[in-house]
């Protein structure tokens, strides 16, 4: 079955500083997702991957999907304490719309 | 346009009680995925739900849980005698015209059993 790892599995960065996440697929990306959770609340979509290779930016967050499609990275240019969070990646796994996600990188960003 | 909406977004129930949880997919959604998180744990797939159809259970444990998806009203996912270690969040996504589109999440249900 497919597994996805993400580092690191916790980050602290100060104000201002850019920061990587990295997700790794043990197999192909057919679809790669990036949420956001605040402690306590749901899950709040950023961006989705499809084609090897795509880059996709929102804001001062950029994802990127490689060209083998097995690996992901999410960067945060000029982080802020809003950035905080935990960021999960999820991938579809098989055709029934299921997703399997990683289990989460935490943020915290210091003033 | 709503996002998806769960209740009751905190539940607390005794062991050997039942636990159900709703959930109403956006607007135009028709597609119903829950998972679950629990305490240390990452978010895991429970069941997938078209209208009045079980697509994928393959996450749901045997005994115990059921969930369905009916023509008029919310998503149920419904426990039975619950055990401590059902305690947990539950979230709710859908998504709209096919499995592979963006899955929007709602809240959470967080599930307390003494």
């Known amino acids: 079955s497919q597994e996805l790892e993400q580092s690191p599995q916790s980050l602290i960065v100060q104000e201002g500083k850019n920061l990587t996440i990295n997700c790794t697929s043990s197999k192909t990306l057919y679809g790669l997702y990036w949420y956001k959770q605040k402690y306590g609340e749901g899950l709040i979509f950023l961006m989705m991957?499809?084609?090897?290779?795509e880059e996709k930016s929102h804001e001062k967050i950029t994802a990127k999907l490689d060209e083998k499609k097995q690996q992901s990275s999410l960067h945060i240019t000029a982080s802020q304490p809003s950035h905080a969070g935990i960021y999960l990646c999820?991938?579809?796994?098989?055709?029934?719309?299921?997703?399997?996600f990683g289990q989460g990188t935490t943020l915290q960003v210091k003033p | 346009n709503a996002g998806v909406m769960q209740n009751p977004r905190h539940l607390v129930r005794r062991r050997g009680q039942e636990a159900r949880l709703r959930c109403s997919p956006m607007k135009g959604h028709s597609h119903v995925y829950w998972y679950r998180q629990l305490p240390e744990e990452g978010l895991k797939f429970m069941v997938y739900l078209q209208k009045e159809n079980i697509i994928d259970e393959s996450g749901m444990p045997k005994e115990r849980f059921s969930a369905e998806f009916p023509k008029e009203g919310p998503s149920i996912l419904r426990i039975q005698q619950v055990v401590r270690g059902d305690s947990a969040a539950y979230f709710c996504?859908?998504?709209?015209?096919?499995?592979?589109?963006?899955?929007?999440f709602g809240p959470g249900t967080r599930l307390t059993v003494l």
């Open positions: 999820g991938a579809l796994s098989g055709n029934t719309g299921k997703l399997i």
């Open positions: 991957l499809q084609k090897g290779g």
């Open positions: 996504a859908s998504s709209g015209l096919s499995a592979a589109d963006t899955q929007y």
